[in-house]
């Protein structure tokens, strides 16, 4: 069963094409990497799956729904960012709880969700801090926890390691690839990060010039003779 299905999506800048007519689809529970450099169309392909810029061709259909011009707040998505985007005035537990407040969770069932988030995280003594006064690799498990609680249709990831040290990130890919297998989610990732997305994907797709160039396993992608 598709989650994610993509026909034709183009998206241009003045002159300059994004996205050149891209197909793809992401099935449940499929953790998909878009890898490839800078430029080539990644974050341009996360954002209109998210609803946050609008394509001059092609259609997006989630769960089976035709979401092409769905606004962002209509779309069951979750996402994170390499920046975090945690709000900085708000505790921990008031970031969580933003996903759930945002779908209409009623308030009497928010505690346990947030609870049972900050437990997969393994954060549950932090809940009261402010993101402020937190380590980049708690603030990026916070985001984490943020984009799965709600329980959306589909999670996007745009280089969620990208600002934090080695160390960190192979600690993170882990924790990441842990939370997909827990929560059978479906995560669509990107990174430039050859190894990163080895590591954690069940398909990649190399994406070059606005046009995804190969898409396969990564088995398929780079061990064959
Ligand atoms: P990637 O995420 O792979 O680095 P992007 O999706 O950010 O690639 O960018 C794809 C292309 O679209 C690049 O040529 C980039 O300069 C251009 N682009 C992206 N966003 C904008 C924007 N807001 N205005 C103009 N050009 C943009
Ligand atoms: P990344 O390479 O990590 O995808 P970029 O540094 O290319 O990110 O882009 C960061 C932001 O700047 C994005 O919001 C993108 O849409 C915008 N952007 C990228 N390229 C351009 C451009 N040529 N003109 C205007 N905005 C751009």
């Known amino acids: 069963k598709n989650k994610l299905t993509i026909r034709g999506l183009t998206k241009r800048y003045?002159?300059?094409?994004?996205?050149d007519r891209v197909d793809l689809d992401l099935v449940d529970g499929e953790f998909l990497t878009m890898l490839g450099p800078s430029g080539s169309g990644k974050t341009t392909l996360l954002w209109a799956v998210a609803g946050l810029n609008d394509p001059d061709g092609g259609e997006i259909w989630i769960d089976g729904r035709d979401a092409t011009?769905?606004?962002?707040?209509?779309?069951?998505?979750?996402?994170?960012?390499?920046?975090?985007?945690?709000?900085?005035?708000m505790t921990v537990r008031e970031n969580i709880s933003f996903p759930l407040e945002m779908r209409k969770v009623p308030a009497a069932n928010r505690p346990q969700a947030i609870r049972r988030a900050l437990e997969m995280i393994k954060l549950e003594h932090v809940g009261d801090r402010y993101c402020s006064q937190l380590s980049g690799g708690q603030q990026q498990?916070?985001?984490l926890a943020r984009a799965f609680v709600a329980n959306p249709s589909i999670i996007l990831m745009d280089e969620p390691l990208g600002a934090l040290d080695k160390k960190l990130r192979d600690h993170l890919q882990l924790e990441i690839k842990r939370l997909h297998d827990e929560l059978a989610t479906t995560v669509l990732y990107v990174t430039h990060d050859q190894e990163e997305a080895m590591v954690m994907s069940d398909r990649i797709c190399l994406m070059n010039g606005g046009r995804i160039e190969q898409i396969g396993t990564p088995d398929e992608l780079y061990f064959r003779p």
């Not at 003045?14 to 996205?19: E, I, N, Q, V, W």
């Not at 011009?69 to 005035?89: E, K, T, W």
């Open 14 to 19: 003045g002159s300059a094409t994004a996205l």
């Open 141 to 143: 498990r916070i985001a």
């Open 69 to 89: 011009h769905v606004p962002a707040s209509g779309r069951d998505i979750g996402m994170v960012f390499q920046n975090y985007a945690l709000f900085p005035h």
